[in-house]
T-cell receptor, first 111, second 114 residues
Framework: DQQVKQNSPSLSVQEGRISILNCDYT??????FLWYKKYPAEGPTFLIS?????DKNEDGRFTVFLNKSAKHLSLHIVPSQPGDSAVYFCAATFNGNQFYFGTGTSLTVIP | DVKVTQSSRYLVKRTGEKVFLECVQDMDHENMFWYRQDPGLGLRLIYF???????EKGDIPEGYSVSREKKERFSLILESASTNQTSMYLC?????????????FGDGTRLSIL
């Protein structure tokens, strides 16, 4: 059973606007959440993370929000740039060892 | 920076062959992982290892085995390759249970089984 879900397979956004990528999880034991970015023919690269003791973490244009009661996290990219076009995976872990990944959202930023 | 190196970027093999995918990391990480990525299915965990000579099954271990004889190297073995094992294979490492740390990935091996 998929413990981490990304229900939107794709998203298109105009350059300069905000991109919002969403992720839901089912396991309340998860205590660390991550977002990865993946270009074609490359491995995923770590983007940003958040601990369950926080509800927001910001790094430049990227902000991750965590809503524990709703078991929901989101990644905001502001402003979106064409180079942000990639597949974004959310992931979660509760022991720092095994990670559970969503199915990914393909973001296209239109110039 | 963590470097995770996968031995091949592209590989073509035939049905029934025994296939070895190699992964080497240079950061002395305890944990190593093998995933496969397929469209619409995301990253699915095949096997992982917490330490040398230790291995644990992930979500889809059937048809695969692994070997970790040295801390820095984790090998994925397809015992008898089949066409449904055509996929992108990704190796990852993480430091282990020393606090919240992300996984680091190699560039992947695109494996085609004919």
């Amino acid at each position: 059973d998929q413990q981490v879900k990304q229900n939107s397979p794709s998203l298109s956004v105009q350059e300069g606007r905000i991109s919002i990528l969403n992720c839901d999880y089912t396991n309340s034991m998860f205590d660390y959440f991550l977002w990865y970015k993946k270009y074609p023919a490359e491995g995923p690269t770590f983007l940003i993370s958040i601990s369950s003791i926080k509800d927001k973490n910001e790094d430049g244009r990227f902000t991750v929000f965590l809503n524990k009661s709703a078991k929901h996290l989101s990644l905001h990219i502001v402003p979106s740039q064409p180079g942000d076009s990639a597949v974004y995976f959310c992931a979660a872990t509760f022991n720092g060892n095994q990670f559970y990944f969503g199915t990914g959202t393909s973001l296209t930023v239109i110039p | 920076d963590v470097k995770v190196t996968q031995s091949s970027r592209y590989l073509v093999k035939r049905t029934g062959e025994k296939v070895f995918l190699e992964c080497v990391q240079d950061m002395d990480h305890e944990n190593m992982f093998w995933y496969r990525q397929d469209p619409g299915l995301g990253l699915r965990l095949i096997y992982f290892s917490y330490d040398v000579k230790m291995k644990e099954k992930g979500d889809i271990p059937e048809g695969y085995s692994v070997s970790r004889e040295k801390k820095e190297r984790f090998s994925l073995i397809l015992e008898s390759a089949s066409t449904n094992q055509t996929s992108m294979y990704l190796c990852a490492t993480s430091p282990g249970a020393i606090g919240n740390q992300p996984q680091h990935f190699g560039d992947g091996t695109r494996l085609s089984i004919l």
